[in-house]
């Protein structure tokens, strides 16, 4: 059973800066496409940020437009870690986060308009942005 588990969350003030960590424990993270969704209460799960498997020919990432600028998704192979640096937060940005992982062949801007696609997900922390 693959395993993600988010971290990082918590509550800050609108510009400020939180950054998310989604860590796997039993599989190599590299592999699979991995996506940050958001979900708000009352609102569809979205996704925001995404990068491609480090197996595809080139890396890319897919970030939604609400969040272009602000929000940065990288990988960190050693510690088979994928982050979410989110900057300059708004109150609008407050939902809770999970981490996705989908197959190798999904691309991160299809990882990022189909909730559906993932096959894994985590439990998800919760990003509160207020003053």
């Known amino acids: 059973q693959l395993q993600l588990v988010e971290s990082g969350g918590g509550l800050v003030q609108p510009g400020g800066s939180l950054r998310l960590s989604c860590k796997a424990s039993?599989?190599?993270?590299?592999?699979?496409?991995i996506g940050w969704f958001r979900q708000a209460p009352g609102r569809a799960r979205e996704g925001n940020s995404c990068?491609?498997?480090?197996?595809?020919?080139?890396?890319?990432?897919n970030y939604v437009d609400s969040v272009k600028g602000r929000f940065t998704i990288s990988r960190d192979s050693a510690k088979n870690t994928v982050y979410l640096q989110m900057n300059s937060l708004k109150p609008e940005d407050t939902a809770i986060y999970y981490c996705?992982?989908?197959?190798?062949?999904?691309?991160?801007?299809?990882?990022?308009?189909?909730?559906?696609?993932?096959?894994?997900w985590g439990q998800g922390t919760q990003v509160t942005v207020a003053s």
């Open positions: 039993n599989f190599a993270l590299d592999y699979y496409t």
């Open positions: 990068i491609s498997s480090s197996a595809s020919s080139q890396t890319t990432t």
């Open positions: 996705a992982a989908a197959i190798p062949t999904t691309t991160a801007q299809a990882m990022c308009a189909a909730p559906s696609l993932p096959l894994y």
